[in-house]
């Protein structure tokens, strides 16, 4: 099975950052703290300079309580356990 790690989807930099603002993460370190990860990796992804893989993705929405499909676009074209999903 393929590992969700290297999955192919874009990161929706624009939904992240609306989503972080609207309750008041406007900073790289709020989103840093909230999120758990390091600042370094906020502000690239922020600023849209990096794509994080799926696990990272999927952290970033459980810290803000919205779904992954809120926050990435081409994971209905993912195989979930072999089958289309």
């Known amino acids: 099975m393929p590992s ?3 999955a ?3 990161f929706n930099v ?3 950052r609306s989503t972080a603002d609207a309750v008041g993460d406007t ?3 709020r989103i ?3 999120t758990g990860l390091n600042r370094g990796l906020v502000a690239r992804l922020r600023n849209g300079s990096r794509q994080p893989n799926l ?3 999927a952290r970033i929405a459980a810290a803000y ?3 992954l499909d809120d926050l990435v676009v081409g994971l209905d ?3 979930v356990g072999g089958q289309a999903a």
């Open 27 to 29: 900073s790289t370190s």
């Open 55 to 57: 696990r990272t993705a």
């Open 77 to 79: 074209d993912l195989a």
């Open 14 to 16: 624009i939904a992240f």
């Open 4 to 6: 969700t790690d290297s």
């Open 65 to 67: 309580k919205v779904s």
């Open 32 to 34: 840093a703290v909230r």
């Open 8 to 10: 192919e989807f874009d």
